[in-house]
């Protein structure tokens, strides 16, 4: 959908309402204004896309008693927070970008875990290492990097699937939860990593074959 600039003449009580809301929603005074001009037409833009997917998906998040959605840091971000299976039980945050075009795939998942304890850093990234590696093996070559102890993960849909809102916003949170499981049951297991490997690859495949969605 393209954009093009316009000149407009708004009351200034208005402008400074239309801000405040813009600014606790992350959104800049233009995303803002579209919105709205969208929901009264009744015209879906993907900024409005976006919203109606992480909507939908804090619906989802809201009865789990183990995630936590987390407000939007801007129009296209949101996060997911768990408790790891450690110490303290660090938080494990699922931050979600979702792209304006699907050009380059829906969208990006970033996994990340804000700790000084070099244990835990350890473990955490070869867990992410881990986990590229059996999508790989079970799913093809995925668009994944481990950088800086964070993993990144590209979410392509195969040529031809379209999914509605609803349907994204549920494969997205079943992908979050699924690789939550694991990070979990890998961390429960790590005294003893050599006997946990196979029963955790033996349950990311069964997660996979109840997947509705699968992102390449």
């Known amino acids: 959908m393209s954009k093009s600039v316009y000149s407009l003449v708004l009351n200034d009580q208005l402008v400074d309402a239309l801000d405040a809301v813009a600014y606790k929603k992350g959104m800049s005074r233009s995303n803002m204004i579209n919105t709205i001009i969208a929901d009264y037409l009744s015209i879906e833009t993907p900024e409005k896309r976006i919203a109606d997917v992480f909507n939908h998906l804090q619906a989802l998040v809201e009865p789990s008693q183990t995630l936590k959605f987390v407000a939007q840091q801007s129009a296209g971000l949101a996060s997911i927070c768990s408790a790891v299976s450690f110490r303290y039980n660090p938080t494990v945050r699922y931050t979600v970008e979702l792209f304006l075009t699907h050009d380059d795939g829906i969208g990006e998942l970033k996994v990340s875990?804000?700790?000084?304890?070099?244990?835990?850093?350890?473990?955490?990234?070869?867990?992410?290492v881990l986990f590229a590696k059996l999508e790989k093996k079970h799913i093809g070559e995925t668009f994944?990097?481990?950088?800086?102890?964070?993993?990144?993960?590209?979410?392509?849909?195969?040529?031809?699937?379209?999914?509605?809102?609803?349907?994204?916003?549920?494969?997205?949170?079943?992908?979050?939860?699924?690789?939550?499981?694991?990070?979990?049951?890998?961390?429960?297991?790590?005294?003893?990593?050599a006997f946990a490997l196979p029963i955790l690859e033996e349950r990311y495949v069964d997660n996979l074959k109840r997947q509705k969605v699968?992102?390449?």
Request: charge should be negative; proline fraction near 0%.
């Open 144 to 193: 994944a990097r481990v950088e800086n102890g964070r993993f990144f993960r590209r979410l392509r849909l195969d040529e031809g699937v379209v999914l509605n809102n609803d349907q994204l916003g549920e494969a997205i949170l079943e992908y979050v939860k699924n690789f939550d499981e694991l990070l979990n049951f890998y961390f429960q297991n790590l005294d003893d990593v």
């Open 214 to 216: 699968i992102f390449r």
């Open 113 to 128: 875990l804000r700790s000084t304890n070099a244990q835990l850093l350890d473990a955490v990234s070869a867990f992410f």
